[in-house]
DNA sequence: CGCGTGGTTGACACAGATCAACCAGAGTGG
DNA sequence: CCACTCTGGTTGATCTGTGTCAACCACGCG
């Protein structure tokens, strides 16, 4: 049965620390998805609510000619695939290996009819990925090629837990498809901001801010 | 005191129907408010929630240096203004003359505690922000002006009863703001599908739809 | 009548896309 | 241990869609 318990994610298999702070407990089912590997796909019909444990997963559109937008990255402990109708509006695949907690949608939906606080629950995780997806959105609407990446390389500084170093699980051109731009134009806007010395690029998908107090401002 | 009870909105004062299907009811306080004037700035404690009775409303975010990105337009029997944190995290604005509902936070908040229906009622709004804000992603992030313009005016098209003539209350900056555009590419825009048969702009802030089907398709 | 505001149109500039070549590291197989 | 290939990333040259700047137009208002 579900409850509502306080939950605490294993720490040791945690690479990003949980973001969507919340109690929301699903199941104990758990499945693991391979790099690559789709979770569900935008049409289906929405029976699960996941949660990551360990890994990466991305959320996304595609139009019918191939562009591809990214909507979001999640992280362990993120929540994800929480609908409210009858499909899943998006598609989700992991990035890398990941471990994914599974629950019913049946479930939580009548849980959420009985109890307030899982209907609350519900609610705030939507409404922070709501304030997320706004964000986004003033990005991609103004803002320019460095200021999406400097935003980019904050955010995910913020999540992951470590002061400088970040360890990017997703290629270039999911960075790209996140950002509205091509691969191109962010390798070229990464490899500047090494050369002015905001950040420096020691090997495959690491970052270290240098100064990181700029880029936020860079971010706009 | 708040109840969740089936309401319905005035059809003969309504320009625009209700497109948040919801039957939240928020309490019978409204209040006027001009063309162009605020109704709340974001930071502001996020004390009230609210709803349009009549006239239109526009939610946005203005970045330091005055670029700005519309998020929403609110029309007759929309919901806006609902947050989780302590402030608005965005601004709202009449675009003309508008009444609009007004209910306090504190009883929601207060009521979504006792009553799962309510708590749902949130959720469910939220859900279809979130919706809404994702299709909008899909536009700023990958679609080209002709595209964005066309899936706008489709969009206001579908919102509006009306079949085919569409009666704009928002300017072609408001409307550049929430595309990611600017006024010129709008406008030239708009005249490229006047002159291609698309569309007809009889006169000031009105657009008939000659070929919505190939107007839907242009949207992508 | 003059002025102010919102919209249109034209000329030109530029950020970022596109196209193409190249490079580095990881497998893989002999 | 060395070719060979594959994938992801980088870099350069060029193109183009949209932005920028500026003039102009049309309507409403004092």
Known sequence: MLAVVPETVDAAAVAFPP??????????????????EEIYG????????????SGSVR?????????????AFHFPGDVFGLENGADYSQSAEAICDSQVEIGRRTVLDAASTQDCQTARELWLLTAEALRRAREHLVMLGRKTARERVAGFLVEMQRRSGQPNIIDLPMSRIDIADYLGLTIETVSRTLNEFQR???IDLPRYRHVRLCNSRLLDAMAA
């Open 19 to 36: 973001c969507d702070l919340q109690s929301l407990c699903l199941a104990h089912a758990s499945k693991h998805f391979g790099a690559e």
């Open 42 to 53: 935008e049409g289906e019909p929405a029976e699960w609510v996941f949660r990551v444990l």
């Open 196 to 198: 002015t010395g905001l």
């Open 59 to 71: 959320i996304f559109t595609v139009l019918d000619d191939g562009r591809r937008q990214i909507h």
